[in-house]
């Protein structure tokens, strides 16, 4: 802004002339302009975009200490989770405003460069209790026998997750996580990736399946 002198030649004046904006404060006289608006802050787009960003931001919260591992060397522009957003707000939403919903099926919690879990499944071994499965292959390019299990089991209904950082090795083939008693009844989203020995290359994580806890 620009300050006028008593003496000025636009004299005491207030108010708006065009642009230009004319006031004073503690006694100073001053001008400036005035700020831009937006015709139209909620268009369609923009109400869309910011369901989808909503939906997004709820659904990764839970997961932000094991994003800043499996977003950590992807991307050297943006943060982890940054990273993570956007990739799942490009890739993991489904449905129509305003009713958005996440596919699990397409959602990333990790991306890296080592192999991804071969042939991954679940099953629920007893009340609270879920054995991943996998095939270990020693041909398999970029896969290692002593690379790490990474699990993370998904509560949505409660916005809660339990993982496993530093799980069985891939040759071992399997792995079981145990749950909270509190989770029985809920349906439970299931991920699984790869960490190398020494926990500095993660793989892409892959979508087991969903299970109801009995």
């Known amino acids: 802004m620009a300050t006028l002198s008593s003496n000025s030649i636009f004299g ?11 006031s004073s404060w503690k006694g100073i006289p001053y001008v400036r302009k005035r700020p831009l608006r937006i015709s139209n802050p909620r268009t369609a787009g923009q109400l869309e975009q910011r369901a989808k960003f909503a939906a997004i931001i709820k659904f990764l919260k839970p997961l932000t200490p094991f994003i800043r591992v499996g977003f950590k060397s992807k991307n050297a522009k943006m943060s982890a989770h940054n990273s993570a957003l956007s990739y799942n707000l490009a ?17 990333l919690i990790s991306r890296g460069n080592i192999r991804a879990a071969l042939s991954p499944s679940i099953r629920l071994i007893s009340n609270c209790e879920i054995e991943f499965s996998w095939v ?10 002593d690379d790490k299990a990474v699990l993370v089991v998904y509560n949505y209904t409660k916005h809660e997750v339990i993982t496993a950082m530093d799980g069985n090795s891939r040759i071992n083939g399997s792995q079981a996580i145990t749950l ?12 699984i990736a790869f960490q190398n020995y020494n926990q500095k290359v993660i793989s892409n994580s892959l979508y087991v399946g969903c299970l109801i806890l009995t």
């Open 12 to 22: 005491n004046i207030s108010g708006k002339v065009g642009d230009v904006v004319y």
């Open 91 to 107: 890739n993991a939403i489904m449905g129509a405003y305003p009713d958005y919903a996440i596919d699990y099926s397409k959602v």
């Open 136 to 145: 270990y292959n020693p041909r398999d390019y970029n896969a290692y026998s």
């Open 180 to 191: 909270p008693p509190s989770f029985a009844g809920d349906s439970v989203h299931c991920y």
